[in-house]
């Protein structure tokens, strides 16, 4: 079976320091990857998503960017935090093509910038 | 571009009422459509889908039928009880889209005992 894993499960960072959030997925191979941001109380804002190794695409011009180094392996970066980058960021796996597409979440990791 | 409108919350409910969340769409095509449910502090999960106009998705006594003509997706349950307070949310995937999900809003139910 299929498991996503993200982490750290909680960070609080100060503004202007690095971030580094990481999203691996097991049992499977190729999976499109997807990175959301929930802000308090709202709803999910699409970040970046993924086809493959190296291949990124953003959806939202913003303070922070994303890699693929390995094929199961998703990570959102950040040179310097500001206040709004705090919420709740989820990682997505999906998996199938047309009717077959389903979309799978992680844990999540909640960031707080202080 | 696609776009999915769901009920504003929080909707409250007594244990074993009957549960409906709104959830209209726009988009091109046929797309797919999908509920997913959040717990507190926790990530989505995948609750149902349906892919082609008449089909229901069913899970864990919840419903929802892919309603074309009124371009429709409508969560019901029948009888709630306190741990389904959660966050819904109504998706699509479809038309111009790719393999990306629109997401409504979210809407915020509480089961109170």
């Known amino acids: 079976s299929q498991t996503i894993h993200q982490w750290p499960a909680t960070l609080v960072q100060p503004v202007g320091s690095p971030l580094s959030l990481e999203c691996t997925v097991e049992?499977?191979?190729?999976?499109?990857l997807y990175w959301y941001r929930q802000a308090a109380g709202r709803g999910l804002q699409l970040l970046f998503y993924s086809v493959g190794i190296g291949q990124i695409s953003s959806e939202v011009p913003q303070n922070l960017s994303a890699s693929r180094p390995q094929d199961r392996q998703f990570i959102l970066s950040s040179k310097k935090l500001l206040l709004s980058d705090s919420g709740f960021y989820l990682c997505?796996?999906?998996?199938?093509?047309?009717?077959?597409?389903?979309?799978?979440f992680g844990p999540g990791t909640r960031l707080t910038v202080t | 571009g696609n776009s999915v409108t769901q009920m504003e919350g929080p909707v409250t409910l007594s244990e074993e009422a009957f549960l409906t969340i709104n959830c209209t769409y726009t988009?091109?095509?046929?797309?797919?459509l999908f509920w997913y449910v959040q717990y507190p502090g926790e990530g989505l999960q995948l609750l149902l889908k349906?892919?082609?106009?008449?089909d229901k998705g069913s899970n864990k006594g919840f419903e929802a039928t892919y309603r074309k003509e009124t371009t429709s997706f409508h969560l019901e349950k029948g009888s709630v009880q306190v741990s389904d307070s959660a966050v819904y949310f109504c998706a699509l995937k479809g038309g111009a889209a790719g393999n990306k999900l629109t997401f409504g809003g979210g809407t915020r139910v509480l089961v109170k005992p």
């Open positions: 997505a796996w999906a998996r199938g093509q047309g009717a077959d597409y389903e979309q799978y």
């Open positions: 049992g499977t191979s190729n999976p499109n």
């Open positions: 349906a892919t082609k106009a008449d």
């Open positions: 988009a091109t095509g046929y797309p797919s």
